[in-house]
C-alpha cells in the first residue's frame, strides 16, 4: 500500500512539474484554417474522437507535395501498413518494407533470413499506382564478434560475401535499393562503401539507419556529421532515429523532442572539422571529390518521426503505444487530462485508472506532428516515419 502510494504521488509530481514550469520561448506552429478548430493545444476527449473517426477533414490540398524525401517503414507483424502504404504511395519518396536479417559469421556464407516475409502481391500491386515510391527493404546486419573483428581489420573476403548476398535479393525481387542498418554503422566504413558503390552501379539505392545521441557521454561513440561527410559518396540518404528519446534515457517523458531533434539533424550537417568558408558557396562536385554544401547534406538527412508513444502506469509499467491503443485509451477513459508540453511540443495525457493508480501516455497529436513536419521543411530535411501501421489515418492528411 505504501509504495503505491508513493507511486501516485510521484506521478503527481511529475504532473505538476509538467503543468507549472516556466516554458521559453518557442516558435510557432502555422496551423492550416482546416485544423485550427481540431488541433488545439487542450482538446477535449471528444473532439478528438470525432476527428478520428473522420479521417480526410483535415486534409491540406490547398498546399502542394512536399520535394524533400519521405520515408515509410512497414512491418509485416502489421499488416494494417501495407494497404496504407498502398493508399497513401503517392505521399512518398521510399517505402521500407522490415523483411531482412542478415547473420554474419566468421568465413561462412551469410545468412540471409526473412524472405519468409516478402509480400510479392503487395510489390506488385504499389509498383502500379500512380507516381509509386521506391522499394528500400530494410536489412538489418547481425555480426558475430569473430565476423565483425574481420570486418574491420581484414575486410576484403568477408565484405566480397555480404555484398553478393545482397545483390542478388536486390535483383532478384527488382528492389531499388536497400535500407542498411547495423551496430556502430561508423566503425564500418568500409563495408558502408562497398555496398553503396555495389547498388550505385547498377542503379539502385543505398539508405543507412543512424542512431541518434540520447546523452551527452554517448558523444564519443555518436555518428557525427564527419561520418556522414565520410559517406556521403555511398549512401543516399541517413535515416535518423530520431524516437524514443525519454525510453533511452530511462524517465517519464516526451518520445521525440523538438528541441532534441533539431540538436540531432544539426549534429549531423554541422561539420567541426570542415573549413566554415567551404560552406558558403560550395558547390556539388559531380565526381564526389569536392565539397558538398551543407543544403545538399541536410537534403540527405532523414528525421526520424515516430508514429507510436508510450504509456507509464504502475500496474503495467512501460508500455509502447500504437494508434488501435490510443484510439480505446480515449474511448475507455472519460477523465483524461490534456496537457500540452510548450518545450517538447507534445501531448501529455492523463488519466486515473483506480486502485491509486494512474496512466500517462504521451502519443503523437496532428499539432505535434505538424511542428516536425515545419522543423523538416525549416532545415531542409526529409523525413522517415515508423511506422506507417502504428499511426492515425489523420496522420496521413497533414503529409
Request: hydrophobic letters at 40%; glycine letters at 6%.
Amino acid at each position: 500500500m505504501l509504495l503505491t502510494r508513493l507511486f501516485s504521488l510521484t506521478l503527481l509530481y511529475l504532473t505538476f512539474i509538467y503543468a507549472f514550469s516556466p516554458l521559453p520561448d518557442s516558435h510557432t506552429c502555422y496551423l492550416p484554417l482546416t485544423l485550427q478548430s481540431l488541433h488545439i493545444q487542450n482538446p477535449s476527449r471528444e473532439t478528438l474522437l470525432g476527428a478520428i473517426k473522420t479521417p480526410g477533414v483535415s486534409l491540406r490540398t490547398a498546399q502542394p507535395k512536399s520535394p524533400s524525401i519521405r520515408l515509410g517503414y512497414i512491418t509485416p507483424w502489421n499488416g494494417r501498413s501495407y494497404d496504407l502504404s498502398k493508399w497513401h504511395a503517392s505521399k512518398f519518396t521510399h517505402i521500407s518494407p522490415v523483411w531482412y536479417q542478415l547473420s554474419v559469421e566468421y568465413n561462412k556464407e551469410p545468412q540471409l533470413n526473412g524472405r519468409h516475409d516478402v509480400h510479392e502481391s503487395w510489390l506488385k500491386d504499389i509498383k502500379t499506382t500512380s507516381n509509386p515510391p521506391k522499394i528500400v527493404p530494410r536489412v538489418q546486419i547481425q555480426f558475430s564478434q569473430k565476423a565483425a573483428e574481420a570486418i574491420l581489420y581484414f575486410p576484403q573476403g568477408e565484405i566480397e560475401l555480404i555484398v553478393e548476398v545482397l545483390l542478388r535479393e536486390v535483383q532478384q525481387f527488382g528492389y531499388d535499393g536497400l535500407t542498411l542498418e547495423l551496430p556502430h554503422p561508423h566503425a564500418f566504413k568500409s563495408l558502408i562503401e562497398i555496398i553503396g558503390e555495389e547498388l550505385h552501379d547498377i542503379g539502385k539505392e543505398l539508405i543507412l539507419v543512424v542512431p541518434p545521441i540520447h546523452d551527452p557521454d554517448q558523444a564519443d561513440i555518436a555518428f557525427k556529421a564527419e561520418h556522414v561527410r565520410e559517406l556521403e559518396d555511398a549512401v543516399d540518404y541517413f535515416s535518423v532515429m530520431t524516437y524514443d528519446h525519454s525510453v533511452s534515457l530511462g524517465v517519464e517523458g516526451p518520445n521525440a523532442p523538438l528541441r532534441w531533434m533539431r540538436q540531432v539533424v544539426e549534429g549531423l550537417i554541422d561539420d567541426e572539422d570542415e573549413d566554415e568558408d567551404l560552406w558558403e558557396d560550395a558547390e556539388i562536385d559531380e565526381s564526389g571529390d569536392g565539397p558538398i554544401s551543407k543544403k545538399s547534406r541536410a537534403s540527405k538527412i532523414l528525421l526520424g518521426l515516430p508514429f507510436y508513444g508510450y504509456k507509464l502506469s504502475k500496474s503495467k509499467g512501460l508500455e509502447a503505444y500504437t494508434a488501435s491503443n490510443y484510439v480505446e485509451f480515449l474511448s475507455t477513459h472519460k477523465d483524461i487530462i490534456f496537457q500540452w508540453d510548450e518545450v517538447s511540443k507534445e501531448h501529455r495525457m492523463i488519466a486515473n485508472i483506480g486502485k491509486e493508480d494512474v496512466s500517462i501516455l504521451w502519443y503523437l497529436s496532428l499539432l505535434s506532428l505538424l511542428y516536425r513536419l515545419q522543423l523538416a521543411e525549416e532545415m531542409g530535411v526529409g523525413i522517415a516515419i515508423w511506422e506507417l501501421g502504428q499511426g492515425l489515418d489523420q496522420f496521413f492528411d497533414v503529409l
